[in-house]
């Protein structure tokens, strides 16, 4: 008969995942500092020691541990009053704390558990238990940056497009207002292409759609590789793309236009079995905020729009501009209701789309 197996041995390495964990330890007793140091290190973590609470803060912030080791009872600034802190600052306040004080009263064990505090031991403390303590934080903090890595990504797929990597329309509809209202607020030009790309059926009925994604993913680098910081260009749905230019005026608005529309038909779709040459249709207009007063956001990509549909119907592949239409006071008071609402309401559809912009146009 087997004889039988006492519990494993504890693991003598400090692991968050599979790399060495950062740990902040934050104590008035230099000794103390010394012997955490010590024995962390000696099991893998990066250990960062701080003798006064008033540091703490701002080394933590600076450092991002993966754990802090937290004295309470420090003459300048106290163990509370750092985690206070802490907590407070988005940045930090994910950090898990662990107590450590001479105290043992119940009281004091509560407050800090009530202040965020993940654990509590007391001076003097076993070694074992401490690192046995350290290592059940650092699963917390493991599955913490997990689940943020895991929501990040879920943000991501729920704001851009997954082919061409650029925002979708969802981004660009709740952006698009906040645009337009930063323009009327600076008395700044904002400009917007939307464009489309010509006989796109074609190429999927012809080619297959592994060819047409491939047009799509090559013109998502073209903007990106082009656009300003402060500009939005997003794939707005299919084939037409969007791109939104904050500060251009219309003829630099025209300019990226003709820039944008000699780039693709130039660029050469490297596909198996073949390779593809592409046209697009580009419909531009300028709002201006001193000639065209408080107009509703819809007015701008609508004329972007009638400008696209005009350049497909008069022989595509063309830059056409469609200027913003000076209404009448009466429709321009129905008009600015509806701006109201818009900013009330950021998910509101929108019929067009927005671009970005060339050489002269102001620097982001």
Same mark, same amino acid.
């Given at each position: 008969m087997p004889a039988a197996r006492g519990p494993a041995a504890p693991s003598t390495e400090l692991l968050i995942g599979t790399r060495a964990p950062r740990i902040v330890v934050v104590d008035d007793e230099p000794s103390i500092l010394e012997m955490m140091r010590l024995r962390l290190e000696s099991m893998g973590a990066t250990v960062i020691t701080v003798l006064r609470g008033a540091d703490a803060v701002p080394v933590v912030r600076a450092q991002s541990p993966d754990i802090l080791l937290l004295d309470i009872m420090m003459p300048d600034m106290d163990g509370f009053a750092v985690i206070r802190a802490l907590k407070e600052d988005e940045v930090t306040r994910q950090i898990p704390v662990i107590f450590m004080t001479a105290r043992d009263e119940v009281d004091s064990r509560v407050l800090g558990l009530d202040l965020g505090a993940h654990d509590y031991v007391t001076k003097p403390f076993n070694t074992i238990e401490l690192v046995a303590r350290i290592r059940a934080a650092l699963r917390v903090k493991a599955l913490q940056d997990e689940l943020t890595e895991k929501n990040k990504m879920l943000e991501q797929l729920a704001t851009s497009d997954p082919l061409t990597g650029l925002p979708n329309r969802r981004t660009f509809d709740e952006q698009v207002y906040t645009e337009m209202e930063r323009a009327r607020r600076n008395s700044q030009p904002l400009s917007c292409l939307i464009f489309?790309?010509?006989?796109?059926?074609?190429?999927?009925? /012809?080619?297959? =759609?592994?060819?047409?994604?491939? *047009?799509? @993913?090559?013109?998502? @680098?073209?903007?990106?590789?082009?656009?300003? @910081?402060?500009?939005? +260009? !997003? @794939?707005?749905?299919?084939?037409?793309?969007?791109?939104?230019?904050?500060?251009?005026?219309?003829? &630099? &608005?025209?300019?990226?236009?003709?820039?944008?529309?000699?780039?693709? %038909?130039? $660029?050469?779709? *490297?596909?198996?079995?073949? %390779?593809?040459? /592409?046209?697009? %249709?580009?419909?531009?207009?300028?709002?201006?905020?001193?000639? =065209?007063?408080?107009?509703?956001?819809? !007015?701008?990509?609508? =004329?972007?729009?009638? &400008?696209?549909?005009? +350049?497909?119907?008069?022989?595509?592949?063309?830059?056409?501009?469609?200027?913003? %239409?000076?209404?009448?006071?009466? $429709?321009?008071?129905?008009?600015?209701?509806? !701006?109201?609402?818009?900013?009330?309401d950021p998910f509101a559809q929108s019929p067009g789309a927005p671009l970005a912009g060339p050489a002269n146009l102001p620097d982001s």
């Open positions: 489309d790309i010509d006989d796109f059926k074609d190429i999927n009925d /012809v080619h297959g =759609h592994q060819a047409g994604d491939e *047009v799509l @993913r090559q013109i998502g @680098r073209v903007l990106l590789g082009r656009k300003r @910081r402060t500009d939005l +260009a !997003a @794939r707005y749905g299919g084939e037409e793309f969007v791109w939104l230019l904050p500060g251009a005026n219309q003829q &630099a &608005a025209i300019e990226l236009g003709d820039w944008l529309l000699r780039t693709i %038909s130039e $660029m050469e779709v *490297v596909t198996t079995p073949v %390779s593809l040459r /592409v046209t697009v %249709s580009i419909g531009v207009s300028t709002y201006e905020p001193e000639a =065209h007063g408080d107009v509703p956001t819809t !007015a701008l990509l609508q =004329h972007a729009d009638e &400008a696209l549909l005009e +350049a497909k119907r008069t022989g595509k592949a063309r830059v056409v501009f469609r200027e913003l %239409s000076v209404l009448p006071e009466p $429709m321009l008071e129905e008009l600015g209701q509806t !701006a109201e609402a818009e900013a009330d």
